[in-house]
C-alpha cells in the first residue's frame, strides 16, 4: 500500500488525492512517508495554502512530536510572522495532536509557552488563541499539570506580556 501511496504523491495529478495519500504516508509513519513529504513540498512550495497544509499534516501526526516541530519550525516553510503558518503548524499540534501536546515530559507545553513568549510581542492575538490551548491543564494528571503550570507561569512572567495573552494566562492560571 505504501508505495502505491507514495507513488501517487509522486505523479502529481488531483490535490484531494495526492493530499489524502500524503496524509496517510505521514500517519503511517512508513519509510516512504519522507522522500513523500519532500516531493510534496518541493511541488508546491510557492502556493501559500498549500504549504499551509503541508505543515498542518505534519503538525497532527500521531508521531510528530515537540521535537519535531522544533525542527519544522526551523525549516525554510514557516514563518512565525505569518499567522497561518503558525496556525497550520503551532496550533495545529498544540490542538490536534493531543499525544505530543500533552506528553508526560511536559515537552509540549514547553514548546507552547516558548512560541507564545515569542509570539505575543508580534502578534498577540494569535498568541493567546495559542495560548487557550492550556485551558483544561487542570483535568490532567499531576505531572502533567505541574509541567503546565510551569509553562503558563512562565509566559505570565514575560515582561511587557501583551494583554490579550495576559488575560488567557491569567484565566488559565486561576482556572
Known amino acids: 500500500m505504501a508505495p502505491r501511496l507514495a507513488a501517487l504523491v509522486k505523479a502529481g495529478g488531483n490535490m484531494t488525492d495526492v493530499f489524502a495519500a500524503?496524509?496517510?504516508l505521514v500517519q503511517l509513519n512508513v519509510p516512504a512517508k519522507e522522500a513523500a513529504l519532500a516531493?510534496?513540498?518541493e511541488k508546491w512550495r510557492d502556493?501559500?495554502?498549500v504549504v499551509d497544509k503541508w505543515l498542518s499534516v505534519?503538525?497532527?501526526a500521531r508521531t510528530t512530536d515537540a521535537r519535531a516541530i522544533r525542527a519544522l519550525m526551523a525549516q525554510p516553510a514557516f514563518d512565525l510572522k505569518n499567522p497561518n503558518r503558525v496556525y497550520a503548524?503551532?496550533?495545529?499540534f498544540c490542538g490536534a495532536n493531543p499525544r505530543h501536546f500533552h506528553a508526560a515530559d511536559g515537552s509540549?507545553?514547553?514548546l507552547a509557552a516558548d512560541v507564545i513568549s515569542e509570539l505575543q510581542a508580534m502578534n498577540p492575538q494569535v498568541a493567546s488563541r495559542i495560548a487557550r490551548s492550556f485551558d483544561r491543564w487542570?483535568?490532567?494528571?499531576a505531572g502533567r499539570q505541574a509541567y503546565a503550570r510551569a509553562a503558563l507561569e512562565r509566559i505570565a512572567a514575560v515582561g511587557g506580556l501583551a494583554k490579550d495573552v495576559a488575560e488567557v494566562v491569567g484565566n488559565a492560571l486561576k482556572g
Open 22 to 24: 500524503l496524509a496517510t
Open 39 to 41: 516531493a510534496f513540498y
Open 47 to 49: 502556493e501559500a495554502l
Open 58 to 60: 505534519q503538525a497532527t
Open 89 to 92: 503548524l503551532i496550533r495545529g
Open 108 to 110: 509540549g507545553y514547553a
Open 138 to 141: 487542570r483535568q490532567f494528571d
